[in-house]
């Protein structure tokens, strides 16, 4: 069974910035597409970033310019990279794998945005 694990959350003030990791077993990230996922208190999870097997990217429009997803096939990482933080960002993300036909998610990792 394919686990995600999600690590590189944390406490970071306005305009800061956090990089969120992702692992998998094997070289699962080079032929199924990953996304990252966000959950705010009282809100619909939301699409955050995708990276399909051949490397295109897609951003949710209130990140745009801000966050970049990106992968390390020989560590077996998908990565969020986060900058410009605001505190409307404040959410737990979720990294999500589209393995056939199944999604796989992982547990999830808080990221607060607060002075």
């Known amino acids: 069974q394919v686990q995600l694990v999600e690590s590189g959350g944390g406490l970071v003030q306005p305009g800061g910035s956090l990089r969120l990791s992702c692992a998998a077993p094997?070289?699962?990230?080079?032929?199924?597409?990953v996304s990252w996922h966000r959950q705010a208190p009282g809100k619909q999870r939301e699409l955050v970033a995708v990276?399909?097997?051949?490397?295109?990217?897609d951003y949710g429009t209130s990140v745009q310019g801000r966050f970049t997803i990106s992968k390390d096939l020989p560590k077996n990482t998908v990565y969020l990279q986060m900058n410009s933080l605001k505190p409307e960002d404040t959410a737990i993300y979720y990294c999500k794998l589209e393995f056939r036909g199944y999604e796989i998610w992982g547990q999830g990792t808080q990221v607060t945005v607060s002075s």
């Open positions: 990276i399909t097997s051949s490397g295109r990217t």
């Open positions: 094997g070289r699962i990230f080079s032929s199924y597409p």
